[in-house]
C-alpha cells in the first residue's frame, strides 16, 4: 500500500503506463498481439474479461460482485482476468489493480469489424469510451477477421504507429480513436474519417424448440447505406486502408437543439 | 401471417403504433406508468427485459437464444418479456412481434436518473439509441427516484405533452429524445438542454470473501464538473425542470478529423 501511494504522487522519468483490454476475453490471440506489439512502449498492464464479451457496449455489472483473477505474466505485461464487462474491466482495473493513472488505454486487437454505425454495440470500443471518459487517451484496435486463428502480425505496423503518436502527442481530452484494419498481409495506409452509415437485415435465425414455442438467435448482416462513401470507414477498409475514427463520447446533439425546441414550444 | 403482410403494407387511417420498452423489466411500476400515458394515443405494445437491466447501455445477445414470455395485458396494451437486453427488446419486437413498423419507440419510465454523461451506460437509453437506428422517432423518460414504490402520476403532463408533439411532428431522422423529470409532485416546465460534464467517484465497495480474496461491488457518486452551467441537463433538473437532451447515435466526431489527422501525419 505504501508504494502504491508512493506511486500515485510522483511522476518523474518513469516508462509509461499502458492498461490494456479487450472484449474477446483474457485468453483471445488478439490482446496477446496487442501486448506484443506495445511491450517495448512501457510497463503494461492486461485487465480483461474472464469470457466472450462481443456485444456488451458500455454495459457495466451493477447488481453482481465482481472478482479479479491474476494469471501468468505474458511479455513483461501483467496479465488480470475480471469476472465483468471491458467497461467493468477498466473501472476495476484503475480503481484496484493500477498503482497510478494510466498514461494510455488500448482496447483489442478485436476479431472482427467494429466500423460504421453499428460500432454502438463493441464492448471492445466501450472500454475506450470509458477511458476517454476518465480522461486517459484512449485507443480501440480491430482487425477485420472473425478467425482466432489468424494471423494478426499484419496489425504490427499499424499499431505501432498509431500507438506511439499517440504517446507523443496525446488526444483532444474528450475524442478517442476506433481504428479499423483490414484483412490481409498489408495494409495501403491510414485513412481518418467518420463512421459509415448503414443497419442490419434478417436479424434472427427463427427456431422452435421440441414443445413447439419460438426461439431466436441474432445473426444478420449489415447494409452499408453509403459504400461508394470517401468520407466513411468501411470505403477505405474495403479498399485495403486502415481507417481511424475520431469518437466523442458525448452523444448529446447540441446542433439540434434549436429543432427540438421549435417541436416541442 | 396473412395478417401481417396485410399490415406492413397497407397504411391509412390506422392508430398509431407505440412500442414502449425499458430497462428495469416487464414488472416495473415505470413501463406500465408509461403505458397508462400512452394508452388512449395509439395501439400499444410493451416489449421489455424479463428482469432488471440497469446499466446495459446499448449491449446485445450475441451467443444465447432469447425466448419471449407473453403477459396479461395491461389497459389494453400488449405486455411481453423478453430474456435478453433492452436493445434485443426492440430488435426482436421488430422482428417477430409487430405487425408493422412503429410509429414511435419509448423506454421507461426509468426508476432513476439519466442524466449527465453517464447516459452511456443507460439501457433505457440503449432501446431509444436502438429504436432511432432504425428510423423509428425513439424518446427515453426517468423519474428522479430509485424508489419503485414512489408515485409517477408526476410524470404524466410531461410524457403527454412531448410524446404528442413527436407523433405529430417527428423528429430528426438521426436524433432521439431524453427526458429527465425531476423528483416532486410537479415541474416548472421543460428545457431542451445538454448533457453535463462529470465523472464518478469512489467507484468499488471493497470486500473480503470468507478465504481472504478480494471482491467488489459497484457504487460511487456521479461528480457533476459544472454544476452553474444553464447550458445542461442537471442544471435544470436540480431547480425542478424537466430536461431534454437530443441525443445522436453517431459517436464520430467529424469536427475532429483534423486534430488527428495531424497527430498521426
Redesign the interface.
Known sequence: MESMQHDMTTGGNRRPLILITNDDGIDAPGIHELVACVASMGDVVAVAPDG?C??????????K????TEHADYMGAKMYSVSG?P??CV??AM??LLDRKPDLILSGINHGSNSG?N???SGTM?AV?EGC??GVPSIGYSYHSHNQQCDLKACRPIVD??TR??LE?G??S??C?NVNIPKGESCKG?K????A?G?WTE??A??ADPHG??????TGSFHNEEPDNPETDLYWTDRGYAS???????????D??G???S??D
Chains 1, 2 share one sequence.
Not at 460482485?65 to 479479479?68: H, Y
Not at 481518418?192 to 463512421?195: I, L
Open positions: 466472450a462481443s456485444g456488451q457496449s458500455s454495459a457495466i455489472s451493477v447488481n460482485v465482481l472478482t479479479v464487462t467497461v467493468d473501472k476495476l480503481h484496484a454505425n460500432v454502438i454495440y466501450g469510451l471518459m476518465v504507429m498509431i503518436r499517440v502527442s488526444l483532444p474528450d475524442i480513436l491510414i481518418v474519417t467518420r463512421a452509415r443497419y436479424e434472427y427463427d427456431y414455442r419460438p426461439f431466436y438467435w441474432l481511424v475514427v475520431p469518437v466523442r463520447p458525448d452523444q448529446s446533439a447540441v439540434s437543439i429543432d427540438i425546441k417541436i416541442l
